[in-house]
């Protein structure tokens, strides 16, 4: 089996040795070196390496913003964050980002190892989420649908993408966990007017009202379907937020770094849309 290739960037030479040193003592193939942001993509492009080695100050752009340029170019990159610099902060924006892993200087080499090990493994927790997630959230759509308003829908998936067409009401429920990620309920206020006077029995009063049932529906929706994946794996340990709600002008809702998977539930009352995606986040923080 060929060796694993990690390119390092760092604008100490030293560091930059060490780090060498440590990795092709475990066994993993150094094959670039990057010191700033001037030659980062074209030293990646050219050694296409399986993972980066990010120090977070640098010179004329720091970690975070390689690491936005690097995922720009290839949304694959596999980068691991090395720096004396380690808090909650850095750590929040870390994540956000979508680094994979962090290690805080002075780097001990069982650390650093095992890391990058973690990173290049196959991830069959997430991948099994990726397989079938999506079906624990069509079970709570159609639960939640047949329980809130007793009537049934028919549920098929629309496809993937990082853009939905918002229809006028759309409730935003971020997902905590191993795998950070985030659930989109959308439909015409209209629609949701009617889905509204069927569970109350009566017409909405206002349309706080309308809003209030939609934000409800979709938080049972994300709260089960969470329940059903944490069952399937207690390491997934998922959670949702409160909800967060638009409604107004039909926007188009975006989100470049999570493409999501969607759903069509055709109901007495319209089409829902429910759109899900996580992505791995974390790997390792030492």
């Known amino acids: ?33 990057a010191e700033s942001l001037e030659s980062l993509v074209e030293t990646y492009s050219q050694c296409r390496p399986d993972v980066v080695t990010m120090d977070i100050a640098m010179p004329d752009a720091d970690g975070f913003e390689c690491t936005n340029v690097l995922r720009l170019h290839d949304p694959a990159a596999k980068i691991i964050l090395v720096s004396s610099m380690k808090d909650e902060e850095t750590e929040a924006e870390a994540r956000r980002i979508g680094v994979m892993g962090y290690v805080q200087k002075p780097v001990e080499a069982e650390s650093l190892l095992r890391v990058v090990e973690r990173v290049v493994s196959p ?23 047949t329980r809130m308003t007793k009537t049934t829908a028919t549920i098929s ?73 944490n069952k399937k794996d207690k390491q997934y340990k998922l959670r949702v ?17 999570l493409p999501v998977r969607s759903l069509i539930a055709d109901t007495d009352f319209g089409r829902i849309r429910l759109s899900v995606g996580f992505k791995k986040g974390s790997v390792l923080w030492m």
């Open 241 to 257: 937020s409160p909800p967060s709600v638009f409604y107004g002008t039909p926007t188009e809702v975006v989100s470049p770094n």
């Open 157 to 229: 998936e629309e496809g993937q993408g990082a853009q939905i067409s918002s229809r006028g009401l759309t409730v935003v429920i971020g997902i905590s966990g191993q795998y950070p990620g985030t659930m989109i309920l959308d439909l015409p206020m209209e629609q949701a007017e009617k889905m509204a006077e069927v569970i109350l029995r009566r017409p909405a009063k206002k349309s706080d009202e309308v809003v209030a049932m939609l934000a409800e529906f979709a938080n049972v929706v994300g709260g089960v379907a969470c329940s059903l994946i």
């Open 123 to 145: 991830d069959t927790l997430y991948q099994d989420l990726e397989t079938w997630g999506i079906d624990m959230f069509k079970e709570a759509l159609t639960q939640s649908i």
């Open 1 to 33: 089996m060929a060796a694993i290739k990690v390119m390092v960037v760092d604008d100490s030479p030293f560091s930059r040795t060490i780090l060498t040193d440590i990795l092709t003592e475990g066994g993993y193939e150094v094959v670039g070196e």
